[in-house]
Nanobody, 121 residues
Framework: QAQLVESGGGLVQAGGSLRLSCAAS????????MAWYRQAPGKQRELVAR???????NYADSVKGRFTISRPNAKNTVHLQMNSLKPEDTGVYHCSAQVSDSPLLPWRELWGQGTQVTVSP
């Protein structure tokens, strides 16, 4: 079975940086879009950044200029470089991917378990 595994979360002081990574493994024919979402306690999950298979990126307004999503050529991993972190960036960050299990199947959404990011004042 295909899966996504996130890493890189942790505790950092405001103004610091973290780099999140997400690796896809298992039986996957192709990966289309990959994205990072986050959810803070008591808040709805929000899209943080998305990158398509062609390299087009989208960012939440709250992270523009501070976060950068990137995708290596292998396209089975995605990174989120987070700089100038703020306490409001705290939350569980989940990686997602649109995956196809075979050439004739449509895309489906795959989610990772999540990694905790905590930014202290």
């Amino acid at each position: 079975q295909a899966q996504l595994v996130e890493s890189g979360g942790g505790l950092v002081q405001a103004g610091g940086s973290l780099r999140l990574s997400c690796a896809a493994s298992g039986i996957i024919f192709r990966i289309n879009d990959m994205a990072w979402y986050r959810q803070a306690p008591g808040k709805q999950r929000e899209l943080v950044a998305r990158i398509t298979s062609s390299g087009t990126t989208n960012y939440a307004d709250s992270v523009k200029g501070r976060f950068t999503i990137s995708r290596p050529n292998a396209k089975n991993t995605v990174h989120l470089q987070m700089n100038s972190l703020k306490p409001e960036d705290t939350g569980v960050y989940h990686c997602s991917a649109q995956v196809s299990d075979s050439p004739l199947l449509p895309w489906r959404e795959l989610w990772g378990q999540g990694t905790q990011v905590t930014v202290s004042p």
